[in-house]
């Protein structure tokens, strides 16, 4: 019996694989199914952590084709953005060949994994081929009115002088620099998302095969609301505000403008709160030292919605006051708050304390009223101590609207403002279009050039790629492209004259907004093939973190659309079912200066329970961290090369699909892989050992027989279903039935085996091909068909019941399915266990649930 060797055998199963061009797509007209990964961005390693993500779609793609399916099922690299750049500053190198040798060396990690992907395919984002497409497209949407600039406030570090994303800014200043950041007003590239908000949200409904929770955190994000815009006026205002000039209008004096969700609670209004760049905000400062330092402070905090909703709630109060729309006798105070984003409706709220806990904080702070007008149904007031009530009831302390339900309220508010000619009903988006200037040079260049006669012109299609210069350097802050001496100097092409191109280039996440549609056939002369498009789009199955299921996912939502609209696509939707997959987790180690240890530097020992780790290199005491994913900066990180080393890749592979379900996260241990390893040891055995001239006895070969049909179904529900843990668990059992079952002759064995190597192939390829050959089956099981199980052979003769005991599970039966009620209950009542259980007790009521479960009642 000879062991199996995974260092051999994988390498001459990949070998075979590439000779034969196995894996580049097929379009012989069967049923296609196309499979996709979330491209990564080529840091320079991958983990077991990336492993994970890239085994689920390759087990995936192998049934598929197992199946009768032509699969497409590519690999490409994200490949723009910072951390490029950052190396660029940091290590004294090009961006450009930072970039494509990570791209080299994880190409290079991943063959290793055995994964069936068309390499033929591949292109990165920063490939000129690739980003000249899109700048195609992008002026096509451009010509189509979805493209625009205007001024926008963005967050600037003036160290770097470059435009920071919310998530780069940290307790107010630039995470790389240091610096305070600025909030800067910059003329800015947008794409008009909010066009197709509606249409978003509508589409959502379609996605019957993506997780509830990303279609609800979708909706949340464009946030659709129906509410009131109201108009408050002005009665009392500091004197030196500038008066209005007739005809035209002045923020300083006209009515304030507010929108609303909840205008039932108008008669619970406090105060008004401005954003701190509201233009009337900015008017009072003028004059105001106290409100132009509070303005100030507000720009170095950070800006997003998160960092805003976590902070102290501040504010001052602005010297106005405004006239109630339902009660011409009372007045509101206007504060500046740091809490109102001049990006929500109009950039000013009405503050009802008793009804949300951001009011009532900053009501507490400043000792403003506290008036309730909501109250439960059941109640006959309600107080408020320090949270808010926001549940739902009736209205009170509210004249008109009293005894009203919440939602009949409302629109009996919204109706007494339209008549009044207070006020407006609206519908409103927290979705704002995008934003995809960036102020740095490894990213897609904008295809515009800037003429002082003609204004914005688009760069001619033959002049296409604007391709990035290569003699660029990371010196001084700032954009390079921005003072290169060179490329931004250019003639306008409509009248000749001296003219520059934009410096700005494009938000990575353009960049993955339509990969997908262009791996239907990279090479197109046209940025999307539409044939190769119509037919290989949508995508069937799309896998990635969750971490990308708002951002990243509505924006290729909503790049699929406008593309459709343009007649380059005929899909809507780019992906028609998804999958978001847990990460893979490992313990972390660090010394007792603080510095993280790498696993392969570790001993463990446990002593009577207790766990220690020491540092192999030095003999230090480690301290043993939390469990946390898999990251270079943690040191926490398993390479595929050291499971080949080790184990084998097919073992890695079975671990990260086993040991938990694939949504959830796994946690890597040494035992867990090695366990994977001893299952490929004992598969292999079963085939090295297997003898075709034993006949066996008749029964033994009826058993297997039922064994593999069974093994078959349940196998292929659980990789259907992506249950894949359930799937891997029911193949060790059959791996021990075939085992146990010595008497069952050659040919019920042979059958096993045969359908044993199909079911395997998806999680551990480079074994099933092993097997397959061992078995002198012909070809690769690579292009075997899947094994289909007879519904009659896999169902099964018996039921296991569970036995419960006034209401608590005591022990379980096994019967025949189908078996009697009356027959059920005497082995009930026979068995040792229950008996033990019943003893003392008379049993008073038996109800046996048909091949369900049994309850006895007894006292």
């Known amino acids: ?306 960092e805003i909703e976590k902070a102290e709630k501040l504010g001052v109060d602005l010297g106005v006051r405004v006239r109630h729309p339902f009660d011409p006798d009372k007045t509101l105070p206007v504060w500046a708050a740091n809490f109102v984003l001049s990006t929500y409706g109009s950039g000013a709220i009405f503050g009802c304390p008793a009804h949300d806990q951001r009011d009532l904080d900053f009501a507490r702070k400043y000792d403003l009223p506290v008036t309730p007008v909501v109250k439960p149904d059941d109640a006959e007031t309600v107080e408020i101590g320090t949270e808010a009530y926001v549940g739902p009831g009736r209205i009170f302390n509210s004249d008109f609207l009293n005894g009203m339900d919440v939602e009949a309220a409302k629109a009996a508010a919204i109706a007494k403002v339209e008549t009044a000619g207070q006020g407006r009903a609206e519908t409103i988006y927290r979705l704002r279009d995008w934003g995809v200037s960036r102020q740095r040079y490894w990213g897609c260049p904008i295809p515009i050039i800037h003429c002082p006669s003609c204004g914005v012109v688009e760069v001619p299609a033959d002049q296409l790629p604007v391709v990035l210069p290569d003699d660029v350097t990371f010196d001084v802050p700032g954009n390079p492209l921005a003072r290169h001496a060179t490329w931004k100097h250019v003639m306008c092409p409509s009248c000749g004259a001296d003219a520059t191109r934009e410096t700005d280039t494009l938000d990575t996440f353009v960049d993955s907004s339509w990969y997908f549609a262009r791996f239907t056939d990279p090479t197109a002369e046209a940025p999307i093939d539409k044939a190769a498009a119509d037919r290989w789009l949508a995508v069937d199955q799309y896998i990635g973190g969750v971490e990308h299921a708002v951002l990243h996912l509505l924006y290729a939502r909503f790049i699929t659309r406008a593309l459709s609209d343009a007649g380059m696509l005929s899909v809507k939707e780019p992906f028609a079912g998804l999958f978001t997959q847990g990460m893979v987790v490992h313990e972390t180690y660090r010394r007792a200066d603080g510095a993280w240890v790498e696993p392969t530097d570790v001993e463990l020992k446990n002593d009577n329970g207790v766990r220690s780790a020491r540092q192999l290199s030095t003999g230090e005491i480690l301290v043993i961290g939390d469990i946390e994913k898999m990251s270079k900066s943690k040191k926490n990180v398993v390479a595929p090369a050291e499971i080949l080393e080790s184990h084998g890749v097919d073992a890695g592979r079975l671990f990260v699909l086993s040991d938990s379900p694939p949504e959830r996260d796994v946690q890597w241990t040494p035992g867990g892989v090695e366990g994977a390893s001893r299952f490929v040891q004992r598969t292999w055995t079963l085939f090295d050992t297997y003898d075709a001239g034993f006949a066996g006895g008749d029964k033994a070969n009826a058993d297997l027989l039922r064994e593999t049909h069974k093994a078959i179904k349940a196998v292929s529900e659980g990789v259907e279903g992506f249950r894949f843990n359930s799937a891997i668990a029911k193949l060790y059992a059959f791996v021990a039935t075939i085992r146990d079952n010595a008497q069952a002759g050659g040919d019920a064995k042979r059958q096993a085996l045969s359908a044993l190597a199909r079911l395997i192939a998806p999680f551990t390829p480079h074994l099933a091909e092993e097997a397959w050959t061992r078995l002198g089956e012909d070809g690769m099981v690579l292009d075997a068909p899947w094994p289909v199980w007879d519904a009659a052979l896999a169902a099964d003769d018996e039921v296991v019941l569970p036995i419960q005991i006034n209401g608590k599970r005591r022990a379980e039966i096994r019967v025949p399915r189908g078996m009697e ?17 019943l003893e003392g007790l008379s049993v008073k009521k038996i109800v046996v649930v048909k091949d369900r479960i049994v309850n006895l009642v007894a006292g």
């Open 1 to 306: 019996m000879a062991r199996y060797e995974p260092k051999t055998a994988e390498p001459r199963q990949q070998a075979r694989w590439a000779e034969a061009s196995a894996f580049v797509t097929k379009d012989t007209g069967r049923p296609k199914y196309y499979v996709l990964e979330m491209f990564p961005y080529p840091s320079g390693n991958i983990h077991m952590g990336h492993a994970r993500n890239y085994v689920m779609g390759d087990v995936v793609a192998r049934s598929k084709r197992a199946q009768g399916y032509d699969v497409l099922h590519p690999m490409g690299w994200d490949a723009f953005g910072m951390p490029a750049e950052n190396a660029a500053m940091e290590r004294g190198i090009h961006p450009k060949g930072w970039t494509y040798s990570n791209i080299a060396n994880m190409r290079e990690q991943l063959k290793l994994l055995g994964l069936s992907l068309d390499w033929s395919r591949e292109f990165a984002t920063c490939d000129p081929e690739y980003y000249g497409k899109q700048q195609a497209w992008f002026l096509e949407l451009y010509r189509r009115g979805l493209v625009y600039r205007k001024d926008a406030v963005v967050n600037w570090d003036p160290v770097d002088n470059t435009v920071l994303a919310n998530e780069q800014v940290i307790d107010g200043r630039g995470w790389r620099s240091g610096a305070l950041v600025e909030k800067r007003k910059l003329n800015q590239w947008f794409l008009r998302i909010t066009d197709y908000a509606d249409d978003l949200i509508d589409g959502l409904k379609t996605l019957d095969r993506w997780p509830e929770k990303v279609r609800l955190m979708q909706e949340n994000w464009i946030g659709k609301s129906k509410g009131a815009t109201l108009w408050w006026d002005i009665v009392e205002a500091p004197a030196f505000l500038p008066a209005s000039p007739e005809g035209e209008p002045n923020h300083a004096r006209d009515p304030i403008e507010v929108y609303t969700t909840r205008p039932d609670t108008l008669f619970g209004a406090s105060f008004l709160a401005l954003a701190p760049d509201h233009p009337l905000t900015k008017a009072i400062a003028e004059h105001r030292p106290d409100v132009a330092d509070f303005i100030k402070a507000c720009a170095q905090t950070g800006t997003s919605e998160a």
């Open 821 to 837: 009620p009356s027959e059920v209950e005497a082995l009930v009542l026979a068995d040792e266990t229950v008996k033990a259980r």
